[in-house]
């Protein structure tokens, strides 16, 4: 498989950080994004950020802007959806997707996710981490396991029948890539590699985290 395109989904609205978009907060010598995209750059054919609203507050970034095409809003498979669209215009197979608001994901995340799906006839593969002893159970669990849903290898396929199950309700990850044999490629590494930013104690810890990698 070719490498893929990327989406950064920062569609989300942000409510525990007051609204706008955590993106743009600061971090290090830019912002979360900056972050977010220097990470990502290396690994992938081309980049576009999943958002709503008025696409102008991107404009530093020179990155085409995809909002969705959803009413309401359905969540990250809403910005998978315009991903998908969006790839399948640049003649993509697939695309990846990170979260806007997780700075500090694997170098690696896209060799890893496109390794797990090697057999697959649509590689769809979620990131996911072992859960710790005592950990609470999270509804992404499986088998020990917490999964990433905003960090995936998407095949542009099936963006049809994502587009029907969003229409028919569908909100929840998971639930839609089991029905297409979707598969976890599971990162053990220490540092929270999925660490993201929620809340203004999440962005202090950020600066923490990325002053003590410095």
Known sequence: MRRPLAVILAGGQATRMGGGDKGLLPLGQGTILDQVIA???????GMALNANGDPRRFDRFALPVLPDTVEGFAGPLAG???GLDWAAREGAEAIVTVAADT???PTDLVARLSAQAEGQVHPLVLAATPRAPGEETKSMSVAGLIRHPTFGLWPVALRHDLRA???HGLRKVVLWTAQH???EAVFAMAGEPF????????????????AARA
Request: net charge neutral; glycine share 2%; hydrophobic share 50%.
């Open 181 to 183: 044999d979707g598969r």
């Open 39 to 45: 990470r990502l750059r290396p690994q992938v054919a």
């Open 103 to 105: 700075p500090f994901f």
């Open 80 to 82: 998978v959806l315009a």
């Open 195 to 210: 660490f993201n930013v929620n809340t203004p104690a999440d962005l202090e810890r950020a600066r923490e985290m990325l």
């Open 165 to 167: 199950a969003l229409e």
